[in-house]
């Protein structure tokens, strides 16, 4: 790896730069890079998480606005630059989270339904008895599940009265959180511009895969009016200005050039535009991702086809990815619900205090086991429990199961595809934590690598908008802003793995059918 910077690169912290909002699913944030794909200045602000239920989970589309248009604010600030510093700003998002609003007063109608929010699995079942699930796949790449934004805009218009009518009256507006933070930032009510770009649409379960289009038989199916979808654009091109509000008066007339979901926007982030290239993020879920060139992969191992990219008028780029619902979010719930750490890097001082996992598997099926298995069923268990195990045990076995899941996924994707994984760069927030990294070298039997700028979801979504304005001229200046930080490479004998791996299938074959029909 060379480590020369190209000639001409302007040095840490002289402008111009991009700014990039990562709207997530506990936070918003703003980071502003330099030419060098550095961060110059990051503001961030985490949101509140609503659960009303069981299995519900949503969040409030206004107070996330606040908070994007705050962090946009304050990343400026920090900077210490002004609006002409600026070339563009990037979206990048939590994908599927749907909202719907009223587009002439720009209020939501309800909270946004978020993505791991399970309250359309019966929806879903039913749309599968009535479609087929072999439709839905073949013209959007996914299973029917209630991870995607389809259903959960039908569960709105089912449910909350009156909604139907005023969307078929055409007084609705539905969107994903690009679509929500792009219509607000160009001027909302007063001619905010509705669009969406082709990664987002690819996780609606209503775009088909093969046009870039809304599939109209497929919305129709799902119960979906056309006429409340933003249009579908490229993920690097100039959707307008900022206009209007706080944001208007500071930042009026920056060109919004990007939008990409977070999980592809860390695929370009991670400068992975060569066909089996992959990265896999390691926030509150994990998602591996891998660029497939033009090749529209049908996955028969549980993993989705979706769209990685699409710059301007290029061809799409389109992708395979494996979806873990919990990862960090164990370690959040080793943290609050059973007190058994105090922060979340306490887990690595924990399971390091013993040798091994003592025989423990925990299998993190909180929301059903997303890939490969797309269970809604499945609920959490701890199997192989003794009298020996301790919470230090306990403690490893959750990075396990990080590392287990990334496994099975990483298999599932050298079967679809047809390459061998020869290493694995990684980025997010559990990167932190080394014994993970070494657990997931070990039990991939493959080189683990993280990048010098770990925050690759904002960095994919500047880098984006930075291509769409001319700031950078091509995806070869951005490898060159490629850095590794650090290598774990596999120290396990296959002897173990492979023993350690049947184990761990154990465990989750007895999470599967906990749930009883529609519970
Ligand atoms: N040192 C660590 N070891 C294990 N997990 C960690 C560590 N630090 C943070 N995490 C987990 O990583 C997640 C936060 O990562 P981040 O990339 O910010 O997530 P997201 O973008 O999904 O909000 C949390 O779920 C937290 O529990
Ligand atoms: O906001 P994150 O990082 O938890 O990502 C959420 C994913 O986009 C869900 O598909």
Known sequence: MTDARPAGIASHGQGPFIAAIDQGTTSSRCIVFDRDGRIVSVDQKEHEQIFPRPGWVEHDATEIWANVQEVVAGAIRKAGITRDDIKAIGITNQRETTVLWDRNTGEPVHNAIVWQDTRTDALCKELGRNVGQDRFRRETGLPLASYFAGPKVRWLLDNVEGLRERAEAGDLLFGTMDTWVVWNLTGGPNGGRHVTDVTNASRTLLMNLHTMEWDPRICQSIGVPPQILPEI???????GEIRGGRLGELLGGIPVASALGDQQAALFGQTCFSEGEAKSTYGTGTFMVMNTGDRIINSYSGLLTTVGYRIGDDKPVYALEGSIAVTGSLVQWMRDQMGLISTAAE?????????????????????????????????????????????????????????????EIADAMTKDSGVELTALKVDGGMTSNNLLMQTLADFLDAPVVRPMVAETTCLGAAYAAGLAVGFWNSTDDLRANWRRAAEWTPRMDAETRDREYRNWLKAVERTMGWLENEE
Do not use: M
């Open 347 to 407: 887990i690595e001082t924990l399971a390091l205090s013993v040798e091994d996992n003592g025989g423990a598997y925990f299998v993190p099926a909180f929301s059903g086991l997303f890939a490969p298995y797309w269970r809604s069923d499945a609920r959490g268990v701890i199997a192989g429990l003794t009298r020996y195990v301790t919470k230090a045990h306990l403690a490893r076995a959750v990075l396990e199961a990080t590392a287990w899941q990334t496994r």
């Open 233 to 239: 654009r490229s993920s690097a091109e100039v959707y």
